[in-house]
């Protein structure tokens, strides 16, 4: 992912980790040359030998580069497609600087929007503020309605911080009943107290989501949509977790074996190993100076993303480590029960959540490999919920294998299958 204006942006969001990272460039301007978009442009599409490539955009906040930029690296990428390829352009923003402009060119190109934002107003405007200390909802809800008028795709990207975090049914409703949104991302602010914003340190900051209260607060949604909301609402979170269930691994780079795909290219042609780990000890090197392919393919980069499989004893015996594989390395800094470095500081809210949707996922899995689609599982769990408000947990099952009721499908509690997952 591209950022063309390094860590600056127009906000003052209070959880920012990246903000801070405007100190590894003292005194520079934080806007990437044309030279260098062309640069990034035609050694992302070199590299490729599929039939699509993402050009992805991020920040700081990089509307700030201006329409005109954006206008000129369309034109790059013509230059460069073979014949075959298509482009899919990403931009992630905080939408305050969109206009009509910007949505009828969003459009004409068929960009993919992220847009920032934390839920209804008064939980959003808790920590995502301007550089004058003002509220912005007003601003990211025109944002939304001008996307909407000029059908730009887009997804809500909303952060599970302290302050929304006890609110998940109120903030998931406000996407889903007043925003419209469909395609929404919960990623959970784990805030680490360093003075250089490093991955560094054992504490987190008062705005950081709890582990129990990220696991209630996606069990609180995951419950509702999975009764009412499936085929119609998409929650990158369970899409992900449903691809565990179903191939053994998620489809998240969180929760795979290993990592090391989302490398980040600073506005200076900088590439680190990772968006999070914007740090000296992981810079790669510059496109400048040597072919992004082979930065991205050194064995530096190599040994950061299977670092990712080193677990603690505790993860390896875990039922559902299969779904996370510990979490993001950038959580990873809790001790386990045994006093092992390396547990994931989430690591009681993920298995919560894991543990709680074994059951609707292994029926989702099932529908899926049969060849039917997702939303069946809306009426399977409301015919097992019938028949449970009608039968002890002690009767025999209905299902007529004789065993009682609490120990048949009904129940969510299972052991392994021989993949290895809940079964």
Same mark, same amino acid.
């Given at each position: 992912?591209?950022?063309?204006?390094?860590?600056?942006?127009?906000?003052?969001?209070?959880?920012?980790?990246?903000?801070?990272?405007?100190?590894?460039?003292?005194?520079?301007?934080?806007?990437?040359?044309?030279?260098?978009?062309?640069?990034?442009?035609?050694?992302?599409?070199?590299?490729?030998?599929?039939?699509?490539?993402?050009?992805?955009?991020?920040?700081?906040?990089?509307?700030?580069?201006?329409?005109?930029?954006?206008?000129?690296?369309?034109?790059?990428?013509?230059?460069?497609?073979?014949?075959?390829?298509?482009?899919?352009?990403?931009?992630?923003?905080?939408?305050?600087?969109?206009?009509?402009?910007?949505?009828?060119?969003?459009?004409?190109?068929?960009?993919?929007?992220?847009?920032?934002?934390?839920?209804?107003?008064?939980?959003?405007?808790?920590?995502?503020?301007?550089?004058?200390?003002?509220?912005?909802?007003?601003?990211?809800?025109?944002?939304?309605?001008?996307?909407?008028?000029?059908?730009?795709?887009?997804?809500?990207?909303?952060?599970?911080?302290?302050?929304?975090?006890?609110?998940?049914?109120?903030?998931?409703?406000?996407?889903?009943?007043?925003?419209?949104?469909?395609?929404?991302?919960?990623?959970?602010?784990?805030?680490?107290?360093?003075?250089?914003?490093?991955?560094?340190?054992?504490?987190?900051?008062?705005?950081?989501?709890?582990?129990?209260?990220?696991?209630?607060?996606?069990?609180?949604?995951?419950?509702?949509?999975?009764?009412?909301?499936?085929?119609?609402?998409?929650? !990158?979170?369970?899409? #992900?977790?449903?691809? $565990?269930? =179903?191939?053994?691994?998620?489809?998240? %780079?969180?929760?795979?074996?290993? /990592?090391?795909?989302?490398?980040?290219?600073?506005?200076?042609?900088?590439?680190?190993?990772?968006?999070?780990?914007?740090?000296?000890?992981?810079?790669?090197?510059?496109?400048?100076?040597?072919?992004?392919?082979?930065?991205?393919?050194?064995?530096? !980069?190599?040994?950061? #993303?299977?670092?990712? $499989?080193? =677990?603690?004893?505790?993860?390896?015996? %875990?039922?559902?480590?299969?779904? /996370?594989?510990?979490?993001?390395?950038?959580?990873?800094?809790?001790?386990?029960?045994?006093?092992?470095?390396?547990?994931?500081?989430?690591?009681?809210?993920?298995?919560?959540?894991?543990?709680?949707?074994?059951?609707?996922?292994?029926?989702?899995?099932?529908?899926?490999?049969?060849?039917?689609?997702?939303?069946?599982?809306?009426?399977?769990?409301?015919?097992?919920?019938?028949?449970?408000?009608?039968?002890?947990?002690?009767?025999?099952?209905?299902?007529?294998?004789?065993?009682?009721?609490?120990?048949?499908?009904?129940?969510?509690?299972?052991?392994?299958?021989?993949?290895?997952?809940?079964?």
């Amino acid at each position: 992912m591209a950022k063309p204006t390094g860590a600056r942006c127009n906000l003052n969001c209070a959880y920012c980790f990246f903000l801070k990272k405007e100190t590894l460039y003292p005194g520079d301007h934080f806007r990437m040359s044309d030279d260098l978009m062309e640069r990034y442009i035609r050694q992302t599409i070199e590299a490729h030998s599929t039939p699509e490539v993402v050009i992805a955009w991020q920040g700081g906040e990089p509307t700030l580069m201006g329409l005109d930029f954006f206008r000129r690296s369309i034109e790059v990428e013509k230059k460069y497609l073979r014949p075959g390829m298509e482009i899919q352009n990403t931009l992630q923003t905080n939408g305050t600087l969109l206009d009509d402009e910007w949505c009828e060119f969003l459009q004409e190109n068929k960009f993919l929007v992220g847009l920032s934002m934390d839920g209804p107003r008064e939980l959003h405007d808790r920590y995502r503020v301007d550089k004058a200390g003002r509220p912005t909802f007003g601003r990211v809800l025109n944002a939304v309605r001008l996307l909407q008028k000029h059908k730009v795709d887009f997804n809500i990207l909303c952060t599970v911080n302290a302050a929304n975090g006890d609110h998940p049914r109120e903030v998931y409703r406000f996407f889903r009943d007043e925003l419209g949104a469909e395609y929404l991302q919960f990623i959970p602010v784990v805030e680490r107290v360093s003075e250089r914003g490093f991955q560094e340190g054992h504490e987190v900051t008062d705005r950081s989501v709890r582990p129990e209260q990220y696991g209630r607060f996606l069990i609180d949604i995951f419950d509702e949509w999975v009764r009412r909301d499936v085929g119609r609402m998409f929650v !990158q979170q369970f899409d #992900g977790t449903l691809m $565990a269930w =179903l191939r053994g691994h998620s489809s998240l %780079c969180i929760f795979q074996r290993t /990592c090391g795909e989302g490398v980040a290219l600073e506005h200076n042609g900088d590439i680190y190993s990772c968006d999070h780990f914007v740090e000296p000890e992981y810079l790669l090197g510059n496109i400048c100076d040597k072919p992004m392919i082979e930065l991205v393919g050194s064995e530096t !980069q190599r040994r950061f #993303g299977q670092h990712k $499989a080193d =677990l603690t004893r505790q993860c390896r015996e %875990c039922l559902v480590c299969f779904a /996370c594989n510990g979490d993001c390395p950038k959580h990873r800094f809790t001790k386990s029960a045994d006093g092992d470095e390396g547990l994931s500081y989430l690591c009681p809210g993920l298995k919560m959540f894991f543990e709680h949707v074994n059951h609707p996922m292994q029926i989702m899995a099932s529908l899926l490999r049969q060849g039917r689609l997702t939303e069946g599982v809306m009426q399977v769990l409301s015919q097992e919920e019938a028949v449970t408000s009608k039968v002890g947990r002690n009767d025999p099952c209905p299902c007529g294998s004789g065993r009682k009721y609490k120990r048949c499908h009904g129940s969510p509690k299972y052991g392994l299958n021989p993949v290895g997952k809940l079964g």
